[in-house]
């Protein structure tokens, strides 16, 4: 088994210990428990490039120490689709995992910059960056949305992401009242997360055209977007920069999340077609994907019955967003040609 974690010493002898599988009752939420205790803040080294910090006891960090990537498609198509000089915008930065491969391939005369709201987040992504040394990355302390102003944000105790609290009536909604959404965003932390134990925060909240516009920002070349169900109204936010000439691609992550939100994936798919985006998802969900093959084919989607496994409790996937002729310009390496070329007509 290859490892991507960097240990030295016993710590290295503990993290070995603990992939190994014994017919024993409880054995993985021991071996669970003794990571969580000795490698909580473990350095790992990602195959794009890129070393981040991770606490080994939780599932999805120690996945990542095992295969040594997070979300292959997504570092796939940074990676081939960024080019030196180009901007790219994370929103919802997190760690600084898309963040720092970003970085990494824009180089010095490009720019990266990250909107992470949360403080610990905040924290984790500014020592990614001097880890990393990028000096053409910024981390912005500010929460993207569809309305400015300060807004609450709740997330459950030891979550990664933070998430709106619905305060008013979302013109992106279904039309639930916020009583009916609350309930739903209480069934989401329970089902996923295995806690109704939740913080909540206040943030500032602007519009990436609004950012834009106040800081002389130049061309976009890609935004990425994980903010764990209010996509939508960032999307709505940045209006402006994808109806312009040099409107950016996208990733964008859909989900079962956007419930809580009152919000839809129907309603995200036809509000992307309405600038002229097309719109891509890979057959294969996050977490199925071999990294040893070419991850495709990438499909076009122009319905929600069309994501691979829609229907799931748990559905959620990325969707690469591209107008025409940026596509033109910018899928043509073997990757794309390779994993794109059935998903284009």
Known sequence: MTKYVVLNGWRSWIWWATQLRAPIRGWPRLTALVRRVFLRDAPIALRCGVTIKGNLGDYYWNRMAVQGYHEINTERFIAEFLRPGDTFVDVGAQIGMV?????????????VLS???DKKNLSALQQTIRRNRLSNTYPVPLALGDI?????FVKPRGAWGSFRLVQ???TFSRGETADQIGNEQAKYFKRYFRTEKQEVATHTVTTLDQYAR????GRITLVKIDVDGPEPLVLKGMSAILSGPSAPALIVEASYAYKQHGLTVSDLLDFLAGFGYEIFANETTKA????????????RI????????YEAQNFIVNLYCLKPALRLERCNSKWFTNAWALSTA
């Not at 400015?148 to 609450?152: A, I, N, R, S, T």
């Not at 106040?214 to 920002?217: A, I, R, S, W």
């Open 99 to 111: 963040t720092a491969l970003a970085a990494i391939v824009v180089g010095p005369t490009g720019c």
């Open 115 to 117: 909107f992470e709201p």
């Open 148 to 152: 400015p102003g300060d807004w609450k």
């Open 168 to 170: 008013q009536q979302d």
């Open 214 to 217: 106040t800081n002389q920002l």
């Open 288 to 299: 199925e994907v071999n990294p040893n093959a070419e991850n495709g084919p990438f499909r």
């Open 302 to 309: 122009r319905r929600l019955e069309e994501l691979p496994n």
